[in-house]
């Protein structure tokens, strides 16, 4: 190490020793790497890529004292995206839901370092990260680096998904981040301000009031509700020579909005949004979007609608972000959708690296082949068939290693085996043939393709995860593992097991719906009641947890603010 400093020039100590003061970023100089921080610490190198859900809560439980822990986010704050759509209309400010990750790293002692940059590149071989800030380039220093690691933790979430559908990147809003949520809130503002100038027709102002929104979940739900609240508590006493003129249509291509929902909650919505006035047009598919007008067909009769927008919010689903298709290239998992892991959340060929959240999905072609397998241990005398008890046993098996599968069969409100039978065979059977009841679960299987895409799940996994890398050590040490699992082999831990907590749906008007554990629904407004306190208790610290309440008491008081700024 003295060496290397004696045969190279001053900039390059002072640029080599920063680097490694600073925890390890390995820094270019002269086109030579500097020595590895291996050398002056024995920890094991950890690093974590994103701070969101995932990102901080796997951070928040890990045993700092073991790892030698960075950071790297382009955002130097955590989001509570569940308020997002509250963001939208203002009922709560960006600043309320976001709580900055140096705060969260404080509480840590400051052991863990953090980079405010872009992961550009993953290099699983060389096992190191190239990122780059985008902090002002006219600011001193290089703004590319790399990191290498022992572990690679990738918390990245995922991008709005397209469908590659033309017009929508160009002309459409999306709902993903916190400049999403205040440049809508700053577009809603600007329709109607658009719509009250002088020497517009009426057919003009009923086009620039005309709020379009793609996509029937959660999100899409969510945020329709929000704006006519918006609407019709606010901005109609402050425009009231248009407030006849506003029109919102939710735009569904399946059947039913809130289709991940119970059908009592998606019915309950519907039946509510029609009350209120928002449009839903189920079986509708977008064909393309322009600045004025959004074309799609119906579904049923292949029929082209196409109707004027003042402006249209995409909210659709998620996809994958380039540097993860671009390790999926490396790691021959390029013919798929989404990066896959095992069951412990480690990247199927890829060694050290681990993935959680939004940006993977556990992988699909493993869980037939594991359930297979239990079946196959199961059929003890090799019949092909297996006994109701036996049967019993693997769903159990299957249940507890696949939690999506319960989710699908609760929400087929399948609560046990002998429900499940009678859904799939018209008979009461004493023996169930195992070929017959593969290809009906394979039905089953199609439709719970992955865990889905929520805050709830990617903070699980990161809660699992820490307690992974805080066992590790010992692990090691005992290389048999305590435990051993039937078709995985002999293993450190336990698969990552999800547990389902409910989910909400806020419905405007102080109504909320919400489905919780045990197949409890509950609807109106003391739900609402119900998601106020839930989603204060959830928020990540006291300083926003009372900003948050604190706006809500704003907005019942004052109403929302409409300035454009
Ligand atoms: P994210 O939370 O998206 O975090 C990704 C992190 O990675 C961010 O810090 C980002 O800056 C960082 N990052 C991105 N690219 C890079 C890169 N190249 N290098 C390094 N870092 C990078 N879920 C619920 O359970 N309940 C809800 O009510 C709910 N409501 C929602 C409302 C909205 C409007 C939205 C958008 C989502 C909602 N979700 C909800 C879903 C939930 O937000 C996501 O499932 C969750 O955020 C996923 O967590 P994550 O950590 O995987 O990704």
Known sequence: FNRFLHDHPTSTKLLLLSSLSSGGVVAYAEGKKSVSPQEITQKKRVVVLGTGWAGTSFLKDLDISTYDVQVVSPRNYFAFTPLLPSVTCGTVEARSIVEPVRNIIKKRNGEIKFWEAECLKIDPVKKSVLCRSNIDENLAGNNEFSLEYDYLVIAIGAKVNTFNTPGVMENCHFLKEVEDAQRIRRAVIDCFEKAVLPGLTEEERRTNLHFVIVGGGPTGVEFAAELHDFVHEDLVNIYPSVGDLVRITVIQSGDHILNTFDERISSFAESKFQRDGIEVLTGHRVMSVSDRMINMTAKSTGEDVAIPHGMVVWSTGVGTRPVI????????????????????????????????????????????????EIFRAADKDNSGTLTIEEFQDVIEDVVIRYPQVELYLKSKHLFSVSDLLKDMYSNNREEIDIEEFKSALSLVDKQTKSLPATAQVAAQQGTYLSSCFNKMEKCKQNPEGPRKFRSGGRHEFRPFRYRHLGQFAPLGGEQAAAELPGDWVSMGRSTQWLWYSVYASKQVSWRTRLLVMGDWSRRYIFGRDSSRI
Request: aromatic share 4%; glycine share 6%.
């Open 325 to 372: 298709q671009d390790l999926m290239e490396q790691i021959d998992q390029g013919n798929r959708r989404i990066l896959a892991t095992d069951e412990w959340l480690r990247v199927k060929g890829c060694a050290d690296v681990y993935a959680l959240g939004d940006c993977t999905t556990v992988d699909q072609k493993k869980i037939v082949e594991d359930i297979s």
